[in-house]
C-alpha cells in the first residue's frame, strides 16, 4: 500500500495510532451483514465509497463482493446503477438510493419517498442495519479519504 507521504502529505496512520477502533468497527460490518446479508451489504458499502471517492475502500469491497459471488458486470454498475435498473433488484435499488441520500445527507436529510421505498422492502430490523451499513462505510470512507489511504498495487 502507498503511504499519504508518497502523495506529498504526512496524514496520521489512524490503523497505527488508533487501530483498536477497527475491531468494533469490523464487529458492526458482522452484524449488518448478517442482517442483510453479505451481497447487499457489499453493494451499499462500495456504492457509498464511489460517493465519497474513497480509493481504498472501493478496492476492497469490490474485492469482497467478487470472493462473495457478486458479477463482476453488476460491480461495474453500481457506479450508475440509476441507468441500469434492469440489473438490480427492487430492493437493491431502493437500498441504493437510500445509500446516496444518506450518504449525500446535506441540510434536507433524507426524502420521506427513498426512505418509504427503503422500509417497504425492509422489515424493521433490516432497515436499522442497512442505515447502519451506510453509517458505517460513510465513517470508514472518511478515514480512507482524509488519510489518503492507498489500495495495494496489484498490476
Keep these: 500500500m502507498s503511504t499519504a507521504a508518497e502523495h506529498g502529505h504526512a496524514r496520521v496512520d489512524v490503523a497505527a495510532e488508533f487501530g483498536e477502533m477497527y475491531p468494533s468497527a469490523m464487529a458492526i460490518n458482522k452484524l449488518v451483514g448478517e442482517a442483510i446479508g453479505e451481497h447487499l451489504a457489499e453493494l451499499v458499502y462500495l456504492r457509498g465509497s464511489y460517493l465519497n471517492g474513497c480509493a481504498f475502500c472501493i478496492d476492497t469491497h ?3 463482493a467478487i470472493r462473495a459471488g457478486r458479477s463482476e458486470r453488476k460491480l461495474f ?3 450508475a446503477w440509476r441507468e441500469a435498473p434492469d440489473h438490480f433488484t427492487e430492493a437493491e435499488r431502493a437500498a441504493l438510493a437510500l445509500t446516496d441520500e444518506v450518504t449525500r445527507l446535506g441540510e434536507h436529510g433524507v426524502s420521506d419517498e427513498v426512505y418509504g421505498r427503503a422500509a417497504e422492502h425492509f422489515p424493521p430490523r433490516e432497515l436499522a442495519a442497512l442505515i447502519t451499513g451506510i453509517a458505517l462505510i460513510n465513517f470508514l470512507n472518511r ?3 482524509t488519510t ?4 495495494p498495487v496489484r498490476d
Excluded at 489518503?148 to 489500495?151: F, I, N
Design 143 to 145: 478515514i480512507g479519504v
Design 77 to 79: 454498475l453500481v457506479a
Design 62 to 64: 469490490t474485492r469482497a
Design 148 to 151: 489518503h489511504m492507498q489500495p
